[in-house]
T-cell receptor, first 113, second 111 residues
Framework: DAGVTQSPTHLIKTRGQQVTLRCSPKSGHDTVSWYQQALGQGPQFIFQYYEEEERQRGNFPDRFSGHQFPNYSSELNVNALLLGDSALYLC????????????FGQGTRLTVV | GNSVTQMEGPVTLSEEAFLTINCTYTATGYPSLFWYVQYPGEGLQLLLKATKADDKGSNKGFEATYRKETTSFHLEKGSVQVSDSAVYFCALPYGNNRLAFGKGNQVVVIP
């Protein structure tokens, strides 16, 4: 079992650009959640996808959007990048039913210059 | 809403010392409580959990007891090793499988 995999591991973008991050959940999981972890801070919940729909959303602007595919993998898109979007972006997978353990990927380190 | 508060600042200690990291929570009802660990350059790993009041979670020599009277879930280890150097996060769930994390505590163990 490969666990949760994220790509790419590192990324450098310029202000104003757009970025797409990808996540493959742990085998058997159907729910993907995305978190932003700024340097020196705890992860902050961005949103969650289940059955290809956004189910919950944290306090993030509409520049942050996502998608889930029929194979449960997910993408996080960020438009009009700001310097403040520089962070580690973590993907977590779980089962939608019940309060199950969330498994995290290693993250994508995004640097906006 | 549900939230957790961790003690401020990094923790530096010598090998074989006793480690305590404080965590207090605010929550509706009695949710599960978690400690996650983040080793350098890696994502988060679940270290231990407790699903109800008075439960004690334990793993790899770490322990934490869910205390509803003090709304706390402090992490302890009796004798730390250099390999325990990492960032530790207290977390609790809210909504459906979304987690609220504390700010984290960097632990540095010196040989």
């Amino acid at each position: 079992d490969a666990g949760v995999t994220q790509s790419p591991t590192h990324l450098i973008k310029t202000r104003g650009q757009q970025v797409t991050l990808r996540c493959s959940p742990k085998s058997g999981h159907d729910t993907v959640s995305w978190y932003q972890q700024a340097l020196g801070q705890g992860p902050q919940f961005i949103f969650q996808y289940y059955e290809e729909e956004e189910r919950q959303r944290g306090n993030f602007p509409d520049r942050f959007s996502g998608h889930q595919f029929p194979n449960y993998s997910s993408e996080l898109n960020v438009n009009a990048l700001l310097l403040g979007d520089s962070a580690l972006y973590l993907c977590a997978s779980s089962l939608f039913t019940g309060n199950t353990e969330a498994f995290f990927g290693q993250g994508t380190r995004l640097t906006v210059v | 809403g549900n939230s957790v508060t961790q003690m401020e600042g990094p923790v530096t200690l010598s090998e074989e010392a006793f480690l305590t990291i404080n965590c207090t929570y605010t929550a509706t009802g009695y949710p599960s409580l978690f400690w996650y660990v983040q080793y350098p350059g890696e994502g988060l790993q679940l270290l231990l959990k407790a699903t109800k009041a008075d439960d004690k979670g334990s793993n790899k020599g770490f322990e934490a007891t869910y205390r509803k009277e003090t709304t706390s879930f402090h992490l302890e280890k009796g004798s730390v090793q250099v390999s325990d150097s990492a960032v530790y996060f207290c977390a609790l769930p809210y909504g459906n499988n979304r987690l609220a994390f504390g700010k984290g505590n960097q632990v540095v163990v010196i040989p």
